[in-house]
């Protein structure tokens, strides 16, 4: 089947909705359907996008928004947001990972500490008006690990220095098979 298909098929079901009851609203899909059309998004996505998005799919559930190049939840677990996209193997960050899974926090990031966690490196967004941060990597385990070290910057406990280190040394001990608690989950509470 063509993947222009799929998109066919459920816009013409909703405008059906909408003709036949007149202006009023269709309902939105419900989670069996928005997992359905999920897997058949990801069909054709690359072979390391479509891993991430099919473990958060595991992990969180059939996605609350569905796009052609992306899936995204809401308030799901420690996180605000998480968007899985489509990322082929020829755009790849510096680290050499395709950075295809985005989860945001929610954060309060203090004015005076936004520069050190620029200096971070690009694991780790700061929303503009300070309320969030995000990290963008290829596995949950390595998003944890970059708030986790945003959160000592944040509190001051560390500089963007030995937050990179630090960053460096999980992943090589994560790659031998160690494991680290900074990789496991967020050691902070989010923001209410």
Partial sequence: MKPGLLLIVPLSVALWGVLSVGCRTPAPFGATQRGSLAQAIITDWSKS?????????????????????????????????IIVRDRTEILVSAQGTADSLEQTVAYHVPEDKRPELEAFGDKVRVSQDGTSMS??????????????????????AIDAAQARDSYRRAVALSRAGKSSPLMQRLLFPPSP
Avoid: C, H, Q, V
Wanted: proline content about 5%.
């Fill in 135 to 156: 990290a963008r990597s290829d596995a949950e385990a390595l998003n944890f690990l970059a708030l986790n070290l945003a959160d000592g910057i944040g509190r001051g």
């Fill in 49 to 81: 996008s479509k891993l991430t998005a099919a473990a958060m799919i595991e992990k969180y559930g059939p996605p609350d928004a569905i796009a052609l190049g992306g899936l995204g939840w809401k308030d799901k677990g420690p996180w605000k947001k």
